[in-house]
Structures are given as C-alpha cells and as structure tokens.
C-alpha cells in the first residue's frame, strides 16, 4: 500500500503507486500508510499507478475483478414447493429474508428453448403463478441455425420493454447450449451486465455450458465468434429434465463427460466404460428417481465428477487467458471438422472423433498402451459415438494444427492422454506420429465397429 517512487535517470521517468482508499463515500489515492488506515472505510484492492517521463504522463489502473457465481445441483425445480429457481442466487441472509418478508411480487423475463417450453411450458407457467411472479415467457426456436446477433437482439428488445430492475431481477435462460449461450451474451450485453440464470436441459449444457463463463453466438460463419466471458450469477441443474432429450443428445453429452475422464479422472472413465450404455439407456434417471439424494449412483456421480473436474479447470481460468487448457482436448480439430460436415455431426459427435484419433497419437507416442487405446475406443462405441469420419482428412488435421499454432502463441499446445484419467499437454508432436497415427486410426477404424448396448 505504501508509495513508490521511482526515478529513472536514463529514461527520466517518475512512477509512483496509489492505493485508493474511500473515506466518507469519497475515493481518494493514497500514498503512504498512515492517512488511510485510521481514516478509510474501505480500502480498495485496485491500485493506480502514474509514469511521468518527458514524453507524457500515464496512468495504469489494476482492477481486480471477482466473479462469483454458483452452480447447484438440485430436484424438482419446477415443483412449487423448491424455490431455488427464483430465490437460489441469493447468498446474503438479510437480503433472502427481505424478499420474502416484503410483498412485492417477484418479476422475472424468462427465455425457453421452444422444443422444451413444448414439454416443460405447463410446469413452469404453473410454478411461477405458485409464487405470484409478474413473468414474461419467450419462446424460441434456439438452434445452431438461429444461433445469431439477431436471436440475441430479438431477446433484448423484449428484455427492454418488459422493463427489469438489473440489479435484483434476473434473466432466467431455460434449454440446451445454444439458448443458453445467446441468451448470456444478451443479457451481458443489456444495460452493460445483467445477471442471468442458466438452467440447462441437455446432458451436454448440464455438464459443460452451464458450469462456465462462456457466452456467445455464431458470426461470419464462425462458431462462437462473438462472445463475452461473463458467467451467470447462478446456474441450476435438474437431471430430470434429461428423461426427454433425444437418445442421440445424450450421447452427445456423454463424449464430453468423457473428455473429462480422459483427462483427469480414471475413476469417472472406468463409471463410464462400466454404465456408459446403461446411463445411455436410461437418460441418466435411474438412480435419480429410484435412489434420491444419494451421491453413490452412476447417474449423480457421473455428473458431479464431471462438473467438479470442469469447474477445477474453470475457475482459475475463467477468462482462458492461460492457453494450455486440457479442457481443449477433443476441440483441436472438432471446431473445422463440424463446419466442414454441418449439420450431420453434432458437437460432442465431432469432438469425440477428435479425441478418437488423439488416442491413437497417444498410443503412437508410448503415452497410452495399446490395451489402454482399446478400451478408450471400446467404451466410445458403447456409448454410440462415432470414433471415426471421412471428413477428418490428414489435410484437415494438419489445417487445424496451423491455425492452433496461429492463435495459440506460436505453440500447438496438444492435450494427450498419458494413461487413463491423466493427461499432458504436449508441443512438439512430429509430423510423422502424426501421420503413423493417422494411419493406424484409418486402418482400425475406418469400418467403424458396430455399436451396440448388447454385451
Ligand atoms: N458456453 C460454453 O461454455 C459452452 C460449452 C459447450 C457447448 N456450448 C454450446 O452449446 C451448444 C450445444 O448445446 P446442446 O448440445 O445442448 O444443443 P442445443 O441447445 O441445440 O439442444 C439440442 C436439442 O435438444 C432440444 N432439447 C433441449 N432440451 C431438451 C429436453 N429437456 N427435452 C427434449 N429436447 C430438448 C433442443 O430443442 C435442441 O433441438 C453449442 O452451440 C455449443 O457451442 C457452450
Ligand atoms: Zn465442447
């Protein structure tokens, strides 16, 4: 906190450091100790620094921001008598108490994926009449397609006349990925940042797009483009919603799950080579509706393991400014290969193909035995995912390493399975693993094995 003061003789630059310290509600900068410690009613963590050389006069603000956030895993969060969906995101006591001593009715702009407002609209309109809330319901079409700048600006418009409070009413985004990434970006976007709420209702969002900070949609034919790096202020996670998605979005989900196993987690990636298929077949209830709470089950460990494992990646990288990040694996040659073949792979189909080949790098290298790559691959096909595709070409492998070593400091930064649950980043895999691997993976795989749940 103390001053600094600097003086260069060759440059002839001065520099000094403030801390900045608010005394009866005015911000002053400071630099020595003893006007603000006895005086100050808080002392910021930010610091100013001023540089005068001869030149000019600069000053660098260092503002640390904090994000926080929860993600909870509950049930029934429809069900009237669960108020985690309009009261969950409150962590200060007196501020919960307030509300629900005062009588002013909640209000809440809520955006649904319009497939799941099909299935879930009647529970929901249900549960916010329960708590009298003065609600919009938006209901859209949020697909990949609509993925859009014009998706987001259409929610806004709404946002904007049903006119919110943006500090204590937030948005409330019901539905897959894609809902809940354009509807993060608009309400990021909405009066600077307004707090929004992820309820996710794919395997795939419950275990990666809603743990994160991520939002974003489609631009210049790109994936993502255009995004901000603002998480929610809480997301809420019901598997109940998983009983109605679609066989094949489960397995969607379930390759990203297993990214994480390969990753870090032997024990998530010997649950899901054992209940792979049955968590496929039962869309993850099973345990959910016959056991409870219990913790113990396929189906709760599963996703708790996988959340975990994500947000100890996350949270110390939220803005992804350190790029060797082994929640990339899988996404090295995915991202060209699903906008070379859209829209006939889905997401985790494409990633999964990624990692399909990286284990056969892996194993190319001495990283993976061959006993090991079998049963990755194994387990993979008993989840009916896809281990190999004529479009990802030795062409479109290498193309997409370039572009990583474009974008990614001069350095490929390849996350590789070393055993099974652990993994390195590696950036100087040859060209000739590369193309061995590649080989081995056509010759394998090429006649895909047959998936089927049947032992
Ligand atoms: N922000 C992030 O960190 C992050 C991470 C991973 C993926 N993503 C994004 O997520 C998107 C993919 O998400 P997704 O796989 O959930 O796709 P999605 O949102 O397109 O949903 C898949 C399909 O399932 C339907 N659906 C959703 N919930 C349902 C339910 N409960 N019952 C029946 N049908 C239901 C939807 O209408 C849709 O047709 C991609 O755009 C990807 O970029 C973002
Ligand atoms: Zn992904």
């Known amino acids: 906190m103390g001053k600094v003061h600097l003086e260069d003789n060759d440059t002839k630059e001065k520099k000094t450091e403030f801390s900045l310290v608010r005394v009866k509600g005015t911000w002053r900068s400071t630099m020595g100790k003893k006007d603000n410690k006895d005086t100050a009613d808080c002392v910021s963590a930010a610091k100013l620094y001023e540089s005068i050389t001869e030149k000019c006069t600069t000053w660098t603000v260092v503002s640390p921001i904090v994000f926080t956030y929860k993600v909870t895993e509950t049930q029934d969060l429809l069900d009237p008598s669960n108020d985690t969906l309009l009261l969950g995101h409150i962590s200060e006591p007196q501020e919960l108490e307030d509300i629900k001593k005062s009588n002013k009715p909640i209000k809440r702009?809520?955006?649904?994926?319009?497939?799941?407002?099909?299935?879930?609209?009647?529970?929901?309109?249900?549960?916010?009449?329960?708590?009298?809330?003065?609600?919009?319901?938006?209901?859209?079409?949020?697909?990949?397609?609509?993925?859009?700048?014009?998706?987001?600006?259409?929610?806004?418009?709404?946002?904007?006349?049903?006119?919110?409070?943006?500090?204590?009413?937030?948005?409330?985004?019901?539905?897959?990925?894609?809902?809940?990434d354009i509807v993060g970006l608009a309400a990021s976007l909405y009066r600077r940042r307004t707090p929004y709420i992820r309820v996710p209702t794919t395997l795939l969002s419950y275990i990666d797009a809603s743990v994160g900070a991520k939002t974003g949609v489609n631009f210049a034919n790109c994936k993502n483009k255009l995004g901000t790096y603002i998480p929610p202020t809480a997301a809420f996670l019901d598997l109940s919603f998983i009983k109605t998605v679609p066989r094949r979005?489960?397995?969607?989900?379930?390759?990203?799950?297993?990214?994480?196993?390969?990753?870090?987690?032997k024990g998530l990636f010997e649950l899901l080579e054992e209940h792979g298929c049955m968590l496929l077949d039962t869309k993850f209830q099973v345990d959910n509706s016959v056991y409870g709470r219990k913790r113990l089950q396929p189906a709760s460990q599963a996703t708790h393991i996988a959340i975990m494992t994500m947000l100890e990646e996350l949270a110390p990288n939220l803005w992804e400014d350190d790029l060797n990040r082994l929640v990339d694996f899988g996404h090295l040659i995915s991202p060209a290969l699903e906008m070379k073949v859209l829209p006939s792979l889905l997401h985790g189909e494409a990633v999964n193909i990624d990692m399909s080949y990286m284990v056969y790098v892996s194993n190319e290298i001495g990283l993976l035995t061959e006993e090991e790559k079998q049963r990755v691959i194994t387990c993979m096909v008993g989840m009916e995912l896809p281990v190999w595709h004529e479009g990802c070409t030795m062409e479109l492998i290498q193309k997409s390493l370039q572009d990583r070593l474009a974008h990614s400091g001069g350095l490929v930064r390849m996350p590789l399975p070393v055993g099974l649950g652990q993994a390195e980043i590696f950036n100087n895999t040859s060209c000739e693993i590369l193309h061995r691997a590649y080989e081995k993976w056509c010759d394998e795989l090429s006649i895909s094995p047959d998936s089927s749940c049947d032992p």
Do not use: W
Request: proline share 3%; aromatic share 8%.
């Open 109 to 180: 702009f809520v955006v649904v994926d319009q497939e799941v407002y099909k299935i879930y609209g009647p529970k929901l309109t249900e549960y916010l009449d329960a708590y009298n809330v003065l609600y919009k319901i938006l209901a859209l079409p949020t697909s990949e397609e609509n993925k859009s700048m014009e998706m987001a600006l259409k929610i806004l418009e709404e946002v904007n006349s049903f006119s919110l409070d943006r500090r204590t009413e937030p948005i409330i985004a019901i539905g897959g990925g894609v809902c809940l």
């Open 249 to 265: 979005h489960i397995a969607n989900g379930l390759a990203e799950m297993l990214k994480m196993a390969l990753m870090k987690d």
